[in-house]
């Protein structure tokens, strides 16, 4: 292991175990007022007339009247209004907001508020939708031939669900006027100079007039990526409108019906098999956008990226489509699109080798890139692909190869067993040349005359440990004790655009440029002067150039690694999955402290299992979601998963600080294939099951439908 | 009416409001105690735990008359313990803390386990914590470390 490596007590461990961080709804002031909204309670309405009772002194209604900008939040696009226009387009929409000094007050105002509606048809369900929010396609290669010459085509259907983030903390943010008649935007959220620059626009102010400071987060997962741009420029309507600070924090039913999620997919598959190989596939991916486009058209570009999973398929076709429905937006998760469609080719890939009647895990070496290879998009995996391995050393933890094979064979009894495999990459950052084009990195280091060294950057701690890990490298390089350089969460009025907090970037990206710039100022150091020094992003040489109308080049620079196993004991008599072991085995380059890299895995891990079992969210034949709280949308819990192992296996990326590649988003991806593998086997028959989550009853229902 | 008395971190305290109030809103409001944490408000996540008797408690589910003559600790009072010193190295160690939104409630209820069970297996620290949600760590390193002050705590419970 690297000196890097070592752990360390990370730098906010102190402030979180005494609980005296500061979160959005920690700050005591009886000044701020609370922001609460009057939502759509249909799917799909014309509004008509909100009725307003009059208000007592200190109260105001805020709507779209109130905007001094554009009405719209600015995102990929902006078609997300900060309040409802003339329509309503799903349950929840905010339509307006009460604002005033009793909370109490706040919500007797709410519930007399009328809204008239003339209803609407929705659209709910995406296999009837008809807007298409975004529509890619690419291939390569000769799928006609290669269909014409096939010995067998394939042809299945995946879906997945929701999935919701479910941070321990809702969202909340506080909108703060300044005496110098400046506004402070402040609170939970992972994208500093997203929010601004969607303020900017609804507020028409220029960028000094605003700034945007994170408040300690109580996790994010993707979650606090779009949302808070929406919630940022609604409390900087109401406080500009009230002139007053105007805070709003969520309640968890609220936060989990109405906020953006995973989008839920619908996957087909066709398979061209010739000679016991795949030689072709052609692929529809749709996903489930809900009511406005948020982060839809990227979610899906990362996602038809890795449909073909990491097998070297010659010819390939692509289609993926995000469409809208009349149900709350969904947007950025951990994964971001690539869960659903890593889900779909590890079951058809799976699937297949059943009906060849070979090992599913050998049929999926037979295709496995390799360094050198084309990917998806005719770009080329530069660098090794060392998910051999990887297997390898999952397979000494917990046999998997002789368990896979073994309970492949028919069971009988209550208890049954299944051995599940999955395996996946994760590309680090943005999509194609967002980082080189859109993002454009910068950052800073400041030196102080004591010596000390403060890093300016815009990245978030949401958890993963960047008030640590950044500090890390900088003080490696420069030779400093940790505790002489400082990352505080960051205030766009004090730090430059080093762009967000997604996209497993972070690390990777941001901290490449902290090396770069500790170097620098290393080389210029003068003892007991104040300086600054600067790097801005550059592309490796390497890349080749990606070019999105023809989904064409190298869409990530590098890809970290991960193989999963999850060993299951099926209960056939109550339907309840137990898992006996859950191994994952992750490259995301040199762990910059191996146990804040750790916790990543452990925790992403978790995650996947959740999603991949008990996580279950549907809406109604209204589009009402009804799983809105934790009593009806399970997590998993320290009980569930006791035996999850996770293991590291470094393969080092020259561009990364120290070889580090992204890891946020990985050890989520693959685990909903590897579990419902392993349910499969235990279920034998030959069933093939085609969604997550796979739940109890799921199982029951294939128990009774196939009488196992 | 008379006031509610109730002991908090190891002060007498009398609090004159209504005695329905949810006792986490009061205890955040108006005695300012901003480590229990809102997260879910009904009981689910454990975020508000508090001791009260040395009962672990979601404290947004318990009306504040109720409390009347208990003994009511908080992280806030908690944190200048020994025990606490103990956790604290223990969760520094496995960096047990991501996001930290659940950390108060989860230090709380690791004292009341350990309070119960000096000495608790595996299976039996999974048991403790598992009416405290976490979604950031997956909670081998919360796990580890209630393992780790155990048995580095040794006599301390």
């Known amino acids: ?487 505080t969460y960051p205030d766009t009025a004090r730090v430059p655009d080093s762009g967000p907090t997604v996209a497993s970037r972070s690390l990777m990206v941001v901290g490449e440029l902290l090396r770069r710039c500790a170097i620098k100022l290393r080389s210029q150091w003068k003892d007991g002067e104040d300086q600054i020094v600067e790097e801005h992003f550059k592309e490796p040489d390497f890349v080749i150039p990606f070019y999105l109308d023809k989904f064409q080049g190298d869409a990530y620079p590098t890809y970290a690694w991960g193989v999963n196993a999850v060993e299951v004991e099926v209960d056939t008599y109550t339907g309840l999955t137990k898992i006996l072991g859950a191994y994952g085995n992750f490259d995301v380059g040199t762990p910059i402290d191996y146990n804040i890299v750790m916790g990543q895995m452990e925790g992403g891990f978790l995650q996947g299992i959740g999603f991949a079992s008990i996580e279950q969210m549907d809406y109604d034949n209204k589009g009402r979601i009804r799983n809105n709280s934790f009593t009806d949308y399970l997590i998993p819990t320290s009980a569930d998963v006791p035996n999850m192992k996770c293991m590291l296996h470094v393969e080092e990326y020259p561009d990364g600080p120290y070889g580090a590649k992204g890891a946020g988003e990985l050890p989520l991806v693959g685990v909903p294939a590897a579990y419902v593998e392993a349910v499969e086997q235990a279920l034998g028959h030959g069933v093939k099951l085609s969604h997550v989550p796979f739940t109890a009853e799921d199982t029951l229902k294939v128990i009774a439908k196939e009488g196992l | 009416m008379d006031a509610i008395q109730f002991q908090l971190n190891g002060t007498k305290t009398s609090y004159s409001g209504d005695a329905a109030n949810r006792l986490l809103d009061v205890l955040r409001d108006t005695y300012e105690m901003t480590s229990v944490k809102c997260g879910c408000k009904e009981g689910e996540c454990g975020a508000c735990s508090v001791l009260i008797d040395g009962m672990l408690i979601n404290s947004c589910c318990v009306a504040v008359g109720s409390v009347d003559g208990c003994n009511i600790v908080t992280l806030e009072g908690y944190r200048e313990t020994k025990r606490f010193a103990a956790l604290n190295k223990a969760f520094a160690s496995t960096a047990a803390a991501q996001c930290g939104f659940c950390i108060p409630g989860m230090v709380l209820a690791a004292e009341a386990l350990l309070s119960k069970i000096p000495h608790p297996t595996e299976a039996q620290i999974r048991d403790g914590l598992s009416g405290n949600l976490c979604r950031c760590t997956g909670y081998n390193a919360i796990v580890n470390a209630v393992h780790l002050a155990a048995k580095g705590g040794n006599g301390l419970w």
């Open chain 1, 1 to 487: 292991m690297q000196n890097i490596s070592q752990p360390v007590v990370k730098k906010d461990h102190e402030s979180k175990i005494t609980g005296r961080a500061i979160y959005v709804s920690d700050y005591h002031d009886d000044n701020i007022l609370t922001g609460k909204f009057l939502r759509s309670t249909l799917a799909h309405a014309k509004l008509v007339s909100v009725d307003v009772p009059p208000l007592p002194d200190g109260y105001c209604y805020v709507d779209k009247t109130d905007v001094p900008g554009d009405n719209n939040v600015n995102i990929v696009k902006d078609d997300t209004p900060v309040f409802a226009r003339d329509t309503v387009e799903y349950i929840g929409e905010p339509i307006g907001m009460i604002v005033g000094p009793e909370e109490s007050e706040v919500d007797h105002i709410l519930s007399k508020i009328k809204v008239s509606y003339e209803e609407l048809e929705p659209v709910l369900d995406i296999r009837k939708a008809d807007t298409v929010f975004f529509d890619y396609e690419f291939g390569k290669g000769d799928m006609e031939k290669a269909f014409a010459e096939a010995d067998k085509i394939y042809e299945e259907e995946f879906t997945t669900g929701y999935q919701e983030q479910a941070y321990m903390e809702a969202q909340g943010m506080i909108a703060e006027p300044e005496k110098d008649g400046k506004m402070l935007i402040h609170g939970s959220l992972q994208c500093p100079y997203y929010i601004h620059g969607a303020i900017m626009r609804a507020l028409a102010c220029g960028p000094d007039q605003i700034h945007i400071k994170q408040d300690a987060t109580g996790g994010a997962f993707g979650g606090k990526e779009d949302f808070p741009s929406i919630l940022g420029c609604q409390v900087a309507v109401a406080a500009k409108k009230a002139n007053a600070p105007v805070r709003c924090i969520f309640g968890r039913r609220e936060d989990m019906e109405f906020t953006t999620k995973r989008h839920p997919s619908l996957c087909t598959y066709k398979v061209a098999v010739k000679d016991g190989h795949v030689t072709a596939m052609d692929i529809d991916v749709k996903f489930n956008g809900g009511a406005y486009t948020t982060l839809s058209a990227v979610v899906l570009q990362r996602g038809i990226i890795c449909a073909d999973g990491i097998y070297n398929i010659e010819n390939l076709h692509v289609r993926g489509k995000a469409l809208k429905t009349n149900t709350a937006p969904t947007g950025a998760y951990r994964g971001f699109g690539a869960p659903q469609t890593f889900f779909a080719v590890e079951m058809m890939m799976d699937h297949i080798a059943m009906d060849l009647g070979i090992d599913s895990l050998k049929f999926k070496e037979l295709h496995m890139v390799k360094q050198g290879d084309a990917t998806s998009t005719s770009g080329k995996y530069h660098f090794p692909v060392p998910v051999p391995a990887m297997l390898d050393e999952v397979d000494r933890v917990c046999d998997l190869r002789r368990k896979h094979e073994e309970y492949a064979k028919p069971q009988t009894g209550r208890y049954r067993r299944g051995m599940g495999i999955s395996m996946h990459f994760h590309g680090a950052g943005f999509t194609g040349s967002g980082e080189r084009d859109i993002i454009k990195a910068v950052c800073r280091l400041h030196k102080y005359p004591d010596g000390k060294v403060e890093i300016l950057a815009s990245n978030g701690e949401i958890g993963q440990g960047l008030l640590t890990t950044f500090p890390k490298i900088v003080a490696h390089e420069l030779n400093l004790p940790l505790d002489q350089v400082t990352y």
